[in-house]
């Protein structure tokens, strides 16, 4: 995953010029505070330089967050420890940024050592640079993706160079009232991608959000769009299998995706926040006639994850595949799932959900499959398989099944296993120590998962999990 | 005699207990480096659990005697140092592990036994491939998964491929003959003659004496109710196989008189 070339940048202040598009000398200082306001929301828009419809979409979406309740179902609990006061909602302060490698903790440095990751690779995951530039690798990718006429810029850039696409699709799938914090993220978004893949073209390799990362980017509102356009393919993927140091405590993204008649679009995110971070976001996706959409998420670190992609399949034949898998250790709700709509006739859906807790974490399965009437020949496949180990472990399902449909064929499984006596004395006459055997059944576990990521994330998810493992048998 | 003039394996008076049932009552056994040994007895007579304790299962509880390796008592050490020192059980069901390759299971088993954890995977490829071949098993069996979903006989050919990799010094053959049809047994029983070596001793754990037919043990044993209750040579083996273990029985119940008539002429 590291990219060959790296160039050294400044720290990102919020005076630099921006790197791509526009450019205001004008630019005002920020003045950033803690809270949530108009005033800051305002200042945001003015910042980018916004079309004026935006603005007003975001003061409209504080007022929805202001007006909309915290949830009152999930891990309420480590939701109303929220302080939304006490949060930064655009880039902080320069000095405040000035973060340096000694307030990065011990834990995390040893990470990245064992992981081997690289020094500047490092630092920008720690959060001390605000910027992982690899300017040359993205830019000869960026050529040929261009000459296939294929956009792939910051949301940012996006808005500014492609407004009327943006305006076409945005909060589509997700309006600003779906939920408290695709509310929030309405009002304050900032960073993300936008990608659209012109007709027909095939992408061959995935588009790594990685390659064009900068501070917003990781940031803790950042917002994607993806438009595939009819009978296209592409692969995103995002995030990285490091530990993500924040020192911010609350991440919530929106991400949108609009599969056009018979494309298919693959979306991969691994994620490893700290934790102390609330992740909670916000995934949807709309699938057309004959398309495809597969959601492929893995979920680490945090405190509270809450995260349920979700595919609206709208046009007839359309097709969702949501595979996930969530790790919980002591401390974190990996609270995860998915969500399924089927609309349209002959639409089929396959949820396969896998879930780790390890001493005391918690992993939630929630789900929700919705038939409607009329969406006769629609086939729905839903896998849960939870792994326990350790004391204390909790893993819950909750799903959800609303079937307004009778000629349809429906297939839940849920599984709770624990690592069995006779698998670990079975690996252990073989040599293995008894860690080493626990990571061998647990690594056997997530193959269904890692086996469809791209091979340099595959051998460090496994890395990772490895690592998390350690220490595990007493 | 191993290096050190002691037996490669010699089990003591071993007593065992599961869940507070004595299973094993007293079990004495010696194997020499080079010999083949079978241990034959009528299902539940104790044979697994002794393999099982042997190689150190957790959930038996040993209450008397020893099990020594080398001249040293394993009974103190975990499973997976008693594998690395040459102790190998081709297990009666060997367990499914989902999702991890049989390539990847022993090339982690051989690394996990060299010195400095370091095998390399072209060499190892090509030693997998040899044995595969000698083994007749299709090259795609390294890329399924660890039993998973495998039938009987292959579950078994995949304890004999396992054996031939990691070339154990003593190996324990649990029932490695049971579920296969004649054709895989004869597959099988010419891998086990293939490792039959001056330093390495194998012990046949069977209730039939069909495998001897094809892999022929210098001693047989006879287990009976967690005992090992008579030792030969084949001809012991033949004998159960004409006149059934109803036979030794009858021995043991007459032994049993006499020794109740001596007892009691000299109280
Ligand atoms: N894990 C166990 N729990 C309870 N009883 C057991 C267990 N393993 C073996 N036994 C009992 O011990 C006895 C011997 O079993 P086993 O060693 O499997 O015999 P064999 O291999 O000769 O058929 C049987 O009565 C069996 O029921
Ligand atoms: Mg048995």
Redesign the pocket.
């Known amino acids: 995953m590291a990219p060959e070339t790296e160039v050294n940048r400044p720290e990102l202040n919020i005076s630099d010029d921006y790197k791509y598009g526009f450019h205001d000398p004008e630019k005002p200082v920020f003045k950033a505070e803690k809270g949530i306001n108009h005033e800051v929301v305002e200042q945001i828009s003015e910042i980018k330089n916004e079309p004026d419809w935006m603005r007003v979409f975001r003061h409209d979406a504080l007022d929805v967050f202001f007006s909309k309740p915290m949830p009152n179902w999930g891990d309420v609990d480590l939701l109303n420890a929220i302080d939304f006061d006490n949060i930064y909602y655009y880039l902080k302060p320069v000095e405040e940024q000035g973060k340096t490698w000694d307030d990065v903790p011990e834990d995390i440095k040893n990470t990245f050592d064992r992981l081997g990751i690289p020094e500047a690779e490092r630092k920008f995951l720690a959060g001390v640079s605000a910027q992982y530039d690899s300017e040359v690798v993205y830019h000869s990718l960026q050529e040929e993706l261009v000459k296939q006429g294929v956009i792939f810029l910051s949301m940012d850039d996006g808005l500014i160079e492609y407004e009327d696409i943006v305006k076409e699709y945005w909060a589509t799938a997700i309006p600003p009232t779906d939920n408290k914090f695709a509310a929030l993220n309405s009002a304050v978004w900032s960073g993300g991608s936008f990608v659209y893949i012109p007709k027909g073209v095939v992408v061959d390799i995935p588009l790594q959000a990685y390659f064009r990362i900068n501070a917003e980017n990781m940031g803790q509102f950042e917002r994607t769009l993806i438009i595939a356009d009819e009978g296209c393919r592409v692969h995103y993927i995002e995030g990285c299998t490091a530990p993500t140091y924040a020192a911010d405590s609350l991440h919530s993204a929106v991400v949108e995706l609009f599969a056009l008649p018979g494309s298919h679009l693959r979306y991969t995110t691994i994620q490893n926040w700290s934790k102390n971070v609330y992740n909670l976001v916000t995934k949807r996706a709309v699938a057309h006639e004959n398309a495809t959409v597969e959601w492929v998420d893995g979920n680490l670190g945090s405190k509270l994850t809450m995260k349920f992609p979700c595919v609206y399949l709208v046009g007839e034949k359309a097709h969702a595949e949501i595979l996930s898998i969530a790790f919980a250790s002591d401390g974190q709700h990996q609270d995860a799932g998915a969500k399924i709509y089927h609309v349209a006739p002959n639409t089929t859906s396959r949820i396969t959900s896998k879930s780790i807790s390890k001493d005391g974490g918690r992993a939630s399965y929630r789900g929700m499959v919705k038939v409607y009437p009329g969406a006769v020949g629609s086939k729905v496949h839903v896998e849960c398989d939870a792994l326990l180990m350790g004391e204390n472990s909790r893993s819950d399902t909750y799903p959800t099944m609303e079937i307004a449909e009778e000629q349809v064929q429906v297939e839940h499984e849920a599984r709770v296993s624990k690592v069995g006596d006779e698998q670990l004395f079975y690996l252990m006459s073989r040599g293995l120590t008894e860690e080493e055997a626990l990571v061998m059944v647990v690594n056997g576990f997530i193959e269904p998962f890692v086996k469809e990521l791209p091979m340099e994330y595959a051998v460090e998810f496994n890395r990772l999990i490895q690592l998390e493992m350690e220490g595990s048998v007493g | 005699m191993s290096d050190n003039g002691q037996p490669l394996f010699e089990v003591q008076n071993l007593k065992v207990a ?2 507070g ?1 004595e ?1 094993l009552r007293g079990v004495d056994l010696t194997i020499n480096e080079g010999e083949v040994h079978a241990i034959m ?1 009528r ?7 002794m393999a099982n304790v042997v190689m150190g299962h957790p ?1 038996y509880e040993v209450l008397e005697g020893s099990v020594k390796y080398k001249g040293e008592d394993v009974l103190d050490l975990d499973t997976d140092e008693r594998a690395r020192l040459g102790m190998f059980l081709a297990f009666q069901y060997p367990m499914a592990i989902p999702g991890v390759t049989v390539s990847k299971f022993l090339h982690s088993a051989l690394k996990a036994r060299a010195e400095g954890g370091d095998v390399p995977v072209r060499e190892f490829r090509v030693n997998l491939n040899k044995a595969m071949d000698l083994l007749g098993v299709d090259p795609s069996f390294a890329s399924r998964y660890v039993n998973d979903g495998f039938s009987g006989g292959e579950k078994k050919r995949l304890e004999i491929l396992q054996m031939f990799v990691l070339e154990p010094t003593l190996c324990i053959l649990d029932e490695t003959d049971s579920g296969l049809d004649i054709d895989a047994l004869k597959t099988v029983a010419e891998g086990i003659n293939a490792l039959r070596s001056e330093q390495r001793a194998i012990l046949l754990i069977t209730h039939y004496q069909r495998m001897l037919n094809y892999v022929e043990p210098d001693v047989v044993h006879v287990m009976m109710d967690g005992k090992i209750v008579r030792t030969g040579g084949i001809e012991l083996a033949e004998a159960l196989e004409e006149k059934g273990y109803e036979w030794i029985e009858q021995e043991l119940f007459h032994d049993t008189d006499a020794a109740t008539a001596a007892e009691a002429a000299q109280a």
């Open positions: 599961i869940d049932n299973i007895g299902n539940g007579s104790g044979k697994s659990t959930a």
